[in-house]
């Protein structure tokens, strides 16, 4: 595979058709191109969140304020709250557990370049990417109703465990599929076998279980 002959977009669809032989092809200088799937990735999801919390009445989302005044101006608020947390939460999920790994990966016994594995991850997360952007068009078409059915489902889970669960990333399609394109990853940019590079992708997941878990209310 001739990786001067291969654009983004080829590099995009070779990893997520073939992820084992497609990594070989990014290289440190692909850092670029492996953040701007990042940042469309926080656009996207910026945008879905925003979407979905401006449709849930405020009484909803907060049951305690109800028949407090007029909370129209907080409540207008809302959708851009909801935008700036998910914006965060994708970008520092996308630099620490970069970090995470390449340390693990290290300390294991594995070598590899740091750069290159930031523009690894980058093109690894595409899944998300495209997690986003059906939920992006999901929530500028469902129903207010809809919506808040759903929120309060969620929020009336009462095992700590199952939200846990919900909210790590192992119960999502997408996640999972990013898991499988980070193994590949690893497993290229850090020399190792494809159980021990699963092991290390694998770990951010467990983290994220851990602080949903334990950070959760009872």
């Known amino acids: 595979m001739n990786e001067e002959n291969i654009g983004f977009v080829g590099k995009v669809s070779g990893v997520l058709r073939h992820p084992q032989e497609s990594f070989s092809t990014i290289s440190e200088d692909d850092l670029m191109k492996g953040l701007l799937i990042v940042l469309v990735t926080v656009v996207l999801a910026v945008a ?38 998910v914006a965060f939460s994708v970008l520092a999920g996308y630099v620490l557990s970069t970090l995470i790994m390449h340390g693990v ?33 999901d929530a500028y078409t469902i129903s207010s109703q809809s919506v808040v059915n759903y929120f309060v489902a969620n929020r009336e889970i009462g095992n ?39 092991i290390i992708a694998l770990i951010p997941y467990l983290l994220a279980l851990a602080l949903n878990y334990f950070g959760s209310g009872a």
């Open 48 to 85: 879905s969140s925003s979407a979905y919390m401006s449709k849930i009445p405020l009484e909803v989302l907060v049951p305690q304020i109800a028949g407090v005044g007029d909370m129209s101006q907080i409540g207008g608020n809302m959708g851009l709250f909801a935008g700036i947390g």
């Open 105 to 137: 990966a290290n300390l294991t016994g594995g070598r590899g370049n740091m750069k290159r594995f930031f523009a690894m991850h980058g093109f690894a997360t595409t899944p998300h990417l495209v997690n986003y952007l059906l939920r992006t068009i």
């Open 160 to 198: 700590k465990a199952v939200r846990a669960l919900m909210n790590s990333g192992l119960t999502n399609v997408f996640g999972l599929a990013v898991l499988v394109y980070l193994t590949s990853a690893v497993a290229e940019n850090y020399g190792v076998s494809r159980n021990k590079a699963f």
